[in-house]
């Protein structure tokens, strides 16, 4: 029986650097699935309405993902926008080169730029008012996690906010018992049910978000079984 009252640290096979093209395409496309039907999008949506609110900003919005994946979040925030007449313009970041293709590659993600590289490496012709992560986080251990925070209230001008998983015996057994039935991804069967044991406790993220030294957050529980975590940057001059 796994031990839900600490954060597990064995890896995921998505953090390999061997694992091929068609099996992360898969992974990629099967996630997308996930977001839409379990909410995770929604989530999306909703940390973007939350630091948009505070954002005293001209036009175009810039808005940059860490860790984007297949694109799918910034896929979702395009076309959110485009319904509500916010100009965008968005950039997502990974630094697994097959991410890269396979976002790249879909003609849904049309007008959005995609870089391959370490976060911490990329550098901005202009800051974004936004950054943001979605099923990024749980990949990194506190340290790192801490630092992608730091780093995160550093380059965003209005604010930044994180999707990600909570670590819960039912979120576990449920998501193990759905891929087992219906992914067709064997990344995904063993990925997703681990992604929910390198999941957060909200303890565990208020003491990372005290060590990051960032005092202004707030910490949302949405189903199923995720956190919204939400901070304004408070810069002068690009808040409200």
Not at 56 to 76: A, F, K, Q, S
Not at 196 to 221: C, P
Not at 227 to 238: A, E, F, Q, Y
């Amino acid at each position: 029986m796994p031990n839900f009252n600490e954060r597990s640290y064995q890896k995921e096979l998505l953090d390999r650097d061997d694992i091929p093209f068609e099996a992360i395409q898969q992974n990629m496309k099967e996630l997308d699935r996930i977001n839409t039907l379990l909410g995770g999008h929604d989530i999306t949506i909703a940390g973007l309405k939350y630091v948009l609110d505070y954002a005293n900003t001209r036009i175009p919005v810039r808005i940059c993902e860490i860790g984007c994946g297949g694109g799918d979040n910034l896929r979702v925030i395009r076309d959110w926008c485009r319904l509500y007449h916010i100009e965008v313009e968005l950039m997502g970041v990974d630094i697994n080169p097959y991410c890269i293709a396979y976002a790249q590659s879909r003609k849904e993600n049309k007008g959005i730029e995609f870089v391959c590289s370490d976060y911490l490496h990329t550098t901005f012709q202009q800051q974004p008012h936004i950054i943001f992560s979605s099923l990024f986080g749980h990949h990194l251990d506190k340290q790192q996690f801490v630092q992608m925070l730091q780093w995160c209230d550093t380059h965003s001008l209005v604010g930044h906010f994180i999707n990600d998983l909570q670590r819960h015996y039912f979120a576990y057994h449920s998501i193990k018992l759905l891929t087992s039935a219906f992914s067709n991804s064997y990344l995904v069967k063993n990925d997703a049910p681990l992604s929910v044991l390198r999941g957060f406790s909200k303890d565990e993220l208020e003491n990372m978000f005290v060590e990051a030294g960032i005092t202004h957050y707030e910490i949302q529980w949405k189903w199923a079984f995720r956190w919204l975590i939400c901070s304004i940057t408070n810069k002068p001059g690009h808040g409200k």
